[in-house]
């Protein structure tokens, strides 16, 4: 029996299209808790409204954690301009240019969607001419054009919209004939969902684990303290299983499980990466070790807390991180038997 592919697809589409930014991800925890709930598994929320699923081992007196974030990029509303249209403050580190021309929803208090697009102010090329593509894009020159009748302020104060209500992306989730996965927010979704593929398919084979295993769905991970808090006091390792960053100089691609040797946060555990190195290669696995150098995680943000544990981090090789996201389904199979593997394997010794 093995973590079923079709599963970890299906449920990463289904996390993908539920809007999560991060501050707002009331509607994907209920979605994480029902399938728990089915799966049979037990769990608690936490009161940062993170949820930590535990599953009992052989041995409780060692633990260990394993995190996925479901919360995403995103924006607020920062201010209603006179002419109708939205300036925006951004949550999570991206730049303007990768939300240009996209599709968002804004969700105002009372729970209503407005839909628009994320333009520059001189979008029209026949009106502005060079200057359209020229222009640096920042918060300053970057607005929503709102699907709705409103030529003033009046107008969009009418519909409910307020400075301060979330703004999400159109994830756009194409699942294709040749097995890539091509959306928003792969970036942590798709974690999330191979820890979900590797718990279901625990429970179906009724396997015990050799220490009792805790599972942070963390959500305020893009705003870096999502994973810092709520540590059982027994875990002594921690695994962020957690997007691999794909680009020039690196080793990782779309079809591998990528393991991560330091990124901007500092080296990750050595003895824990070797550990993770040799699984990989006694399973036969497509892996790369590398470095991602502007990039942090939830087991970074737990030693910053001061927690001693061992920290760990591997996640599936995705292309253009917090942009139009690409991976490919071997590189969630390959995450996923690295888990697997690693959570039957022995703790790391002191």
Known sequence: MTVSTDYMVEMFCRLAN???????????MALVEGELTRLGIGYVRTNKGAVLAT???????KQRLLTAHVDTLGAMVKEIKENGRLKLALIGGFEWNAVEGEHCMVETDSGRIIT????????????????????????????????????????????????????????RVTVTESGFIK????????????????????????????????FLISNNEEIGYGGN????????????????????????????????AKDSSGPYHYGLRKHLVKLAEEHGLNYQVDIY????????AALRAGYDIVHGLIGPG?????????????????TAKLV???????????
């Open 18 to 28: 539920t809007p999560s930014p991060s501050g707002n991800t009331a509607k994907v």
């Open 55 to 61: 599953l009992p081992g052989s041995n409780d007196d």
């Open 116 to 171: 628009g697009t994320i333009l520059s102010t001189k979008a029209s090329v026949h009106v502005y001419g060079r200057e359209a593509g020229k222009m640096e894009r920042t918060e300053h020159n970057m607005e929503v054009r709102l699907d709705e009748k409103v030529n003033s302020r009046e107008d969009v104060l009418a519909l409910g919209i307020r400075v301060g209500d979330f703004v999400s992306f159109d994830p």
């Open 183 to 214: 959306s928003r927010h792969i970036d942590d979704k798709a974690s999330v969902a191979i820890l979900f593929g590797v718990l279901k398919h625990l429970r179906e084979s009724g396997a015990t684990l050799p220490y009792t295993t805790h």
């Open 229 to 260: 808090a709520c540590v059982p006091e027994r875990v002594v390792e921690y695994l962020a299983v957690d997007m691999g960053a794909i680009g020039d100089g690196q080793t990782t691609d779309e079809y591998c499980v990528s393991i991560c």
């Open 293 to 300: 150098p502007y990039y942090g995680s939830d087991a970074s």
């Open 318 to 334: 995705v292309d253009a991180s917090h942009s139009h996201e690409r991976t490919h389904k071997e590189a969630l199979e390959n």
């Open 340 to 350: 697997l593997a690693y959570l039957h394997s022995e703790v790391m010794q002191a």
